[in-house]
């Protein structure tokens, strides 16, 4: 705001905040070791009569034999009515023709058994897993569920109403509405495009439940595994006994239509409003299915450019820029189609900077080949975490039956770590350019439109959509009915008027403050010293947790009315000096809104439009140094926000600054809180006090020799 100087010390925050980031230990990449040796078990399989394929992998290691059924058919074949087949699965030990809910878990329980199924877009299952002695009992109780569950309306109201509750919490979830976004914008028109809503619950029906068990879970439509210390001969009698005279039936024929592959560039926004101060965003691009040879090396790609801590969008958007606290991409591959996508949750003044960013990480893995040093790093973490997964029988059972799923070869598990540990360089570009597309992506965003949508616009067509995914119109648009001038004497009359500025010779500010840089904070207290002409004195004291220890950090600026100087944390005094110096000095005067005609500003009114649910007008204030831009509230007239861009010797910063609680001062109406959002940092502000016309010694506003 131009009637006082409150933080504009940007570049000097930036700066401190780099020395944050840098002074953060950081423990060097270890060198990697030796491959890991794949140990993927050897596995038995048969076909019964009525087509159920079965698996045996003996393990004489674990104390538990698993059995996991899965239906090769998910909630892809819901229809016209989603969640079917998730409720079909929660509701099938929820009572059967010859057991209540509560006996069935009695039953389980009595002997520590775990039995639970659930539904997914391409499958559905149901596991269970017990001692070997009491698999008698297990597989009892499991094909029990299998074929004769009752879905008990009671039952069924009580999940419709759990599912309520949470798809209204959905609507308020940015992540949530992420989700519904990324398969929305990257699935349509398929079925993996659809979810569940309330309107989809209340459809729910017992009947629909009844008619989708009775026409998915047929054996010639399925698979068993069995993992455990079991061996093929000892296992299929009890399997011929509790599978062998389950009905078959006629398997469902995929006729669904393909996804629609995304083209080009464009934008897709939902507007959960202004209390969104970050936007949860993501950069989508047409993958693979899962049964595409490419998968294994695409991961060890994708790895590199996302995978976590490790990963180069993490080393950007947090470490570089501190647009956010993680950055991460992932590869969703189905039996149909696929995505890639990179993901973030970053403040909303950096989400345009934020998805140009993600571009050039995307380009730089095209464009440049990877050092085998990091190939090797993430080869190793990819092989220890799917040798990890071998330690649970349910991931065995899941992994053997996924290659009958998704028509993979009989030894892709055997193969995959040799496979990935033979990726090169020249593969990871290889698959860059054919799958890292940053001419067809889709830019998806849930945050404040009012603060994002206008920079969005540059990236690409803006597509608007409510939490439900249905389009909605554009932003309302108004008519500007006020010039320029016009409008900065009704915003000045508002503040207080001329006669009780022209009062005012100089401004004593103080407050406390909280700043954000990525994964650093400080807090601390700031005092601002202004007197007209152009005159100020401004010192902010951080206390900064360094790891060790907090460390108290000063910052300082003076302008003398014909000099100014700085001094940052651990640097030594710096005087501004040319092109800088002209815009302090013009930046620093006193009160200068109110003095607009004296010092030759330009106003004028380019538009009029919704921000922070408020109406505003925007304000371009043209002066000798650039021109500013004020956000004025079309009701009260008070200033609202201000936008700049400042040069930093961190590149072109853009600041966003918004005010609130307005109290009146001496016949002068100042705000007493302020939100500075750049696009590495976010500052906030409480004033505490403010003094008028107090006796100030010139030698304030100069560095002391």
Do not use: C
Not at 669 to 687: N, R
């Amino acid at each position: 705001m131009k009637y006082f100087r409150i933080f504009m010390i940007f570049a000097l925050l930036l700066l401190v905040g780099g020395q944050l980031e840098a002074q953060i230990d950081r423990s060097k990449k270890p060198a990697p070791g030796p491959a890991p040796k794949a140990s993927f078990p050897d596995f038995y399989e048969t076909t019964l009569d009525n087509g159920l394929k079965v698996f045996v992998i003996t393990n004489a290691a674990q104390p538990v034999v698993t059995f996991r059924v899965l239906i090769k058919s998910g909630s892809e074949y819901d229809g016209d009515v989603s969640g079917i087949a998730s409720s079909v699965t929660d509701l099938l030990t929820s009572g059967t023709s010859s057991r209540t809910s509560l006996q069935f878990a009695q039953e389980a329980d009595a002997l520590g058994l775990s039995i639970g199924a659930g539904a997914a877009d391409d499958q559905m299952s149901i596991s269970g897993s017990g001692l070997k002695k009491n698999m008698d009992k297990l597989l009892t109780l499991m094909t029990d569920a299998m074929y004769n569950p009752t879905f008990p309306q009671d039952e069924l109201d009580k999940q419709k109403k759990q599912s309520l509750s949470g798809l209204r919490t959905v609507k308020r979830s940015p992540d949530e509405v992420m989700s519904r976004m990324q398969i929305t914008v990257g699935y349509a028109p398929h079925p993996y495009s659809h979810f569940g809503t309330e309107e989809d619950v209340e459809k729910i029906s017992r009947d629909a439940l009844v008619a989708f068990h009775k026409s998915y879970f047929i054996p010639n439509n399925a698979s068993l595994a069995i993992v455990g210390d079991v061996t093929p001969k000892e296992i299929l009698p009890i399997v011929k006994k509790y599978f062998g005279s389950w009905k078959k039936g006629t398997p469902p024929v995929d006729n669904f239509p393909k996804p629609e592959r995304i083209t080009g560039h464009s934008v897709h926004l939902v507007d959960l409003g202004k209390t969104q101060t970050q936007t949860s965003i993501t950069v989508q691009a047409t993958g693979m299915e899962r049964s595409n040879p490419d998968y294994i090396a695409a991961g060890l790609m994708n790895s590199i450019i996302g995978g976590g801590f490790s990963g180069r969008l993490f080393a950007n958007l947090r470490e570089k820029h501190g647009f956010t606290y993680g950055a991460y991409s992932s590869m969703e591959s189905r039996k149909s189609a696929g995505l890639w996508q990179a993901t973030a949750d970053v403040r909303r003044i950096a989400t345009d900077s934020a998805f140009t960013q993600i571009l050039l990480e995307m380009n730089r893995l095209r464009d440049e080949k990877v050092d085998e040093e990091t190939i090797d790093m993430h080869k190793q973490y990819a092989a220890g975490r799917f040798l990890l997964g071998l330690e649970s029988p349910s991931n065995i059972a899941s992994m053997v039956q996924n290659i009958d799923l998704y028509g993979l070869p009989k030894d892709y598990y055997k193969t995959y770590v040799a496979k990935m540990m033979n990726v090169s360089a020249d593969d990871v570009q290889k698959l860059a350019k054919k799958y890292l597309t940053p001419d067809n992506v889709a830019f998806l965003a849930v945050g404040d439109a009012s603060v994002i949508k206008e920079p969005l616009s540059v990236l690409g067509e803006v597509h608007m959509y409510d939490t439900d995914m249905n389009p909605v119109s554009a932003t309302k648009t108004y008519e500007v009915d006020i010039d320029g001038p016009t409008l900065l004497e009704k915003h000045i009359e508002a503040m207080g008027g001329h006669a009780a500025f022209a009062k005012q010779k100089s401004r004593i500010t103080e407050g406390d403050v909280t700043i954000s840089f990525g994964p650093a904070t400080a807090e601390g207290m700031f005092k601002e010293i202004a007197m007209a002409p152009n005159k100020k004195y401004q010192l902010v004291t951080l206390s900064v947790d360094m790891g060790g220890g907090s460390q108290i950090l000063e910052i300082e600026e003076w302008v003398n009315g014909q000099k100014a100087w700085s001094r940052q944390p651990m640097q030594p005094l710096v005087e501004v000096e040319g092109d800088d110096l002209a815009q302090t000095l013009e930046d620093e005067q006193f009160n200068s809104v109110v003095r607009w005609k004296e010092l030759g500003y330009e106003p004028t009114v380019t538009e009029k439009k919704e921000m922070n649910g408020r109406v505003v007008y925007v304000l371009n204030l043209k002066k000798k140094h650039g021109t500013d831009e004020l956000f004025i509230d079309a009701e009260n007239f008070l200033l609202a926000a201000e936008s700049a861009s400042k040069d930093t010797p961190n590149g072109l910063i853009s600041v966003m600054k918004t005010f609130g609680d307005y109290q009146q001062v001496d016949g002068v109406m100042l705000p007493f809180s302020l939100t500075v959002e750049s696009t590495g940092m976010t500052q906030k502000a409480t004033i505490t006090s403010y003094k008028h016309n107090t006796e100030i010694d010139d030698a304030q506003f100069e560095p002391k020799k």
